[in-house]
């Protein structure tokens, strides 16, 4: 079946590069991206055409770090430090996950926030509950929420939501069994991160990571405090990355959040590896973390992609996780002069680089499954003259609200 | 006549101190608050309650600096250097309001975005217009925004919006006798910033700053490369702040945006004659030009209120610049060591600062009229338990938008 949307198309294929085509056709057979054109070829003249007229039609967001069952804290706790802030806000909220019907109101309501806001594709952590987890598989998938979630692992120095590395082991099993079927949202394996899993726990997870060739998501080099605990766990790893390498959870594709302090030895270890950066902005500002070095990471030719990480981040919206990444490179400019993130440099972190984590194309790259938003401008500030394409999307990453997100498609089919 | 408004009260009379009164009562007289108390007294037995049920009642924001014929180019032009950030965008947007027909619209357009974010007062910069600048006057008063506003005066390095000495004066002197209609909004002088006013302008504006008892309102210290300049215009001055002092504009109650390189002679120069520094978190990181000492400034006994600073900054709403306030502050933590602001020391600034600065009360402070928002927190995620009125109120200076403010007061008239 062949889809046709009119509008003004714009993407990021590559990092930096920012390709707009006015008034132009998005071509799709079965969902599937055929191409990207400024006037219809005569073959397609009779198929129906989505004329989204004077909107912005451009690749939806993908969120590669947050985590679901923070989502009833989000914007709390703010002022704590992050010791408190885990005693009295995280581990307690993610401790009434084990109620279902709680997990079903709230997982149905991130999911229906998540893609609202044009979110497509996430790589999220759960609790450390099965049943809920599955709860918020099923929720993802029924919004057209695609992506990666995982069964968090922790066996201690977990406070309430602690279990035991015997229940850690068998749960994970249980539930990657159940897994089999879903179809857009698949199974990451998710050990907390280092403090928080026995050296058991650590090596069982790496096995069945190798055995079954699952992805893996973690945390990494946060902050100092969590780098020097660390260094106590494991005297023999000289850096933190070591930790997950000696267990097999450092390899290709591993996800990892925040790197905020990962020296250039640690930057050339995830180079090596394929190991991603995801680069949580909001999050490392309002834990007092620090500033990544982002384009140190992409110099070194490190992957990196962002992440929304609520609820150390407050804002869901990945528009604004894009803005706050340009921040937070401003600010890491006038401290090191570093250049910033210019927008399309970091729409294409919040976009095409998700994308391409999940094997999706760049931009709206022919061959893959469409995944975008539809950006109505007609509730921003009326300009003093006829906007370029290229302004029009820096306004829109700077202005968007879900008010003005008028069509999301995810995995070829529309949403909302 | 009496009004009696019922809700979770809360507000922050002093800095750092939040006080909240759950399921309590607001008493209004002709719209003057009479007191906040937990329990109706006997004697208003019988008068009328509008009541918000659940929903939070607080002082609404005072935004003291903005630049109001920059909304139409909001969230544009932010990769550009600060220079060709002006010519391209600035000062070419600002030249679009000798078209008043224009003016009315986007004016008309910013009054009603800022009542309905729940801005009640304003500094502002208008244009050089003076036409246009009462355009903006009258738009404002409609829609029950209070405070002042300027004309900008400008007579070299202005570009397309440069006026002449004579033109000058002789406007603003037209302006100030135009301005005698207005109830809720007075006019304050408004010298761009040095580099852009001549001697005689400054000189002539502080004559009529003495001989009219005007309020003044500029910039300082915004960025390194504009205080270099204004050391080779003033060669006599050794800082910033005496190229105002000199010509009589620096005086109790002077406003002086950003303050980001003020030095500690300076910041005490603003103690010593009351001026107020307001602090533009979102346009000090989207321009590059620092991170403002706030509490440096407080600690030396200077008042600080907050301004949303568009089209340098991104945001109107106010919840979102105190967010930003905060976030600035925590990077100045963590280079620093200066205690970051707190969301109750955020919240005063964009508050009750603002109030005092027009002679208002602290908080809900009997005596003064009303200025109050109302947030209902029904569209936010659903908690784990029921929370404290203190944890309310920091999730919704967070997570609040547009959507969520329910009714707004100004000047003790319900306008939203």
Redesign the interface.
């Known amino acids: 079946m062949t889809t046709i949307l009119h509008g003004n198309i714009l993407h990021a294929p590559a990092f930096g590069q920012l390709e707009t085509v006015p008034s132009g056709y998005l071509i799709l057979e079965d969902g599937v991206i055929e191409g990207v054109c400024e006037a219809l070829p005569a073959r397609y003249e009779g198929c129906p055409v989505t004329d989204y007229g004077e909107s912005l039609v451009m690749p939806s967001f993908a969120d590669l770090h947050l985590h679901a069952p923070q989502?009833?804290?989000?914007?709390?706790?703010?002022?704590l430090p992050l010791l408190d802030w885990l005693d009295t806000y995280t581990f307690?909220?993610e401790a009434?996950f084990e109620d279902l019907d709680?997990a079903r109101?709230?997982y149905r309501?991130?999911a229906r926030?998540l893609i609202t806001s044009g979110t497509t594709r996430v790589a999220m952590f759960s609790s450390r509950h099965t049943d809920a987890t599955l709860v918020l598989m099923e929720e993802l998938e029924n919004a057209g929420v695609t992506g990666y979630v995982g069964k968090v692992n922790m066996d201690r120095n977990a406070g309430l939501s602690q279990e035991t590395t015997e229940e850690s082991l068998s749960e994970t099993l249980r539930w990657l069994d159940a897994c089999a079927r879903f179809r857009l949202v698949r199974p990451i394996l998710t050990p907390r991160f280092t403090p928080a899993c026995t050296d058991d726990l650590m090596a069982a997870l790496g096995k069945l990571a190798s055995d079954r060739d699952l992805p893996v998501q973690s945390h990494l080099s946060e902050n100092t405090g969590e780098i020097a605990w660390v260094r106590e766990l494991h005297p023999d790893c000289g850096r933190y990355w070591q930790s997950y390498g000696k267990y097999g959870l450092w390899k290709d594709r591993t996800l990892m959040a925040h790197c905020v302090h990962s020296d250039p030895r640690e930057q050339e270890a995830m180079a090596a590896s394929g190991v991603w950066a995801v680069h949580c902005a909001a999050s490392n500002?309002?834990l007092?973390s620090?500033?990544a070095p982002v384009r140190e990471l992409l110099n070194r030719g490190v992957h990196v992609a962002l992440g929304s990480d609520i609820a150390g981040g407050?804002q869901l919206a990945m528009n604004k996780v894009v803005?706050m990444s340009?921040?937070a490179s401003?600010?890491k400019?006038?401290?090191t002069g570093a250049p910033?993130l210019?927008?399309p440099e970091a729409y294409y972190l919040g976009s095409t680089a998700g994308q391409r984590y999940f094997n999706g194309g760049a931009g709206f790259q022919p061959g893959h499954k469409l995944h975008a938003m539809v950006v109505d401008e007609s509730a921003?500030?009326?300009?003093?003259?006829p906007?370029a394409l290229p302004?029009r999307f820096?306004?829109a990453?700077?202005?968007m609200?879900k008010?003005d997100i008028r069509a999301v498609y995810s995995e070829g089919v529309k949403r909302v």
């Open positions: 989502y009833p804290m989000l914007g709390m706790g703010m002022d307690r909220t009434r709680y109101r709230v309501a991130l926030d500002v309002n007092c620090g500033t407050d803005v340009i921040r401003k600010v400019q006038m401290e910033f210019t927008v921003f500030p009326e300009p003093t003259r906007l302004e820096e306004r990453i700077y202005l609200e008010r």
